[in-house]
Structures are given as C-alpha cells and as structure tokens.
C-alpha cells in the first residue's frame, strides 16, 4: 500500500505562484509514474500532468509553459511549482503515484489540497 500526502495548497491572487508537494511512503514495489490530477467544482477531475522515474513529463495544454512538475526519487516526492495562476485553475489537487511490480501497476491517490486563486 502507498499512501501519499499532499500540502502546500491555499489561497493566492491571480498572477501569483503557489507549489505542491506529494510524498509517497508505505510499502511497495516501484513507483514509476507520479503526478498530478485537479477537479473544480461542478467538473470531473482532469489530468494536470505527470512524471515518470525517468524525469520525462507531460502536461495539459491548460498548463503548458505555466506549470512545472518535478520529483526526488530517493524521496519518494513530486513537486508541482504552479506559476501565473489564473481564476480557472481553481480546484482541488489530487497527487497520484503508480506502483508497478512484475505483474502490473496499481495507482493510489492523496486526499487532495485545495488551490483556490482569486481574481
């Protein structure tokens, strides 16, 4: 079992910055992929981006050039430093991390921390 705790979210002004970090512990096998998922109000929760062990990443395009993500394998963290925040990045962010072994991969969730940008 992974369990994952997110902090760093809070209130911040348009134009501002704000970062998240997600640290994974518990028992498992190899977390590969560790990212980072969002739902506002009303909406269904979307990807936001994520990274492999590697360092390759992805992102929404809602986020592009804006967002960052990054991680410290030995410590099991991802970091997510999120820059010229708009009203519309209002949510509550979710960490995910995959742990794989030779059979498959399971993906476990935080409980999330809410990001709330003001106009």
């Known amino acids: 079992q992974v369990q994952l705790v997110e902090s760093g979210g809070g209130l911040v002004q348009a134009g501002g910055s704000l970062r998240l970090s997600c640290v994974a512990s518990?028992?498992?096998?190899?977390?590969?992929?560790m990212g980072w998922y969002r739902q506002a109000p009303g909406k269904q929760r979307e990807l936001v981006t994520t990274?492999?062990?590697?360092?390759?990443?992805n992102y929404a395009d809602s986020v592009q050039g804006r967002f960052t993500i990054s991680r410290d394998n030995a410590k099991n963290t991802v970091y997510l430093r999120m820059n010229s925040l708009k009203p519309e990045d209002t949510a509550v962010y979710y960490c995910?991390?995959?742990?794989?072994?030779?059979?498959?991969?399971?993906?476990?969730w935080g409980q999330g921390t809410q990001v709330t940008v003001s106009s």
């Open positions: 995910v991390a995959d742990d794989c072994s030779g059979v498959g991969c399971s993906r476990y």
């Open positions: 518990g028992s498992f096998f190899s977390i590969t992929t």
């Open positions: 990274i492999r062990s590697g360092g390759r990443t």
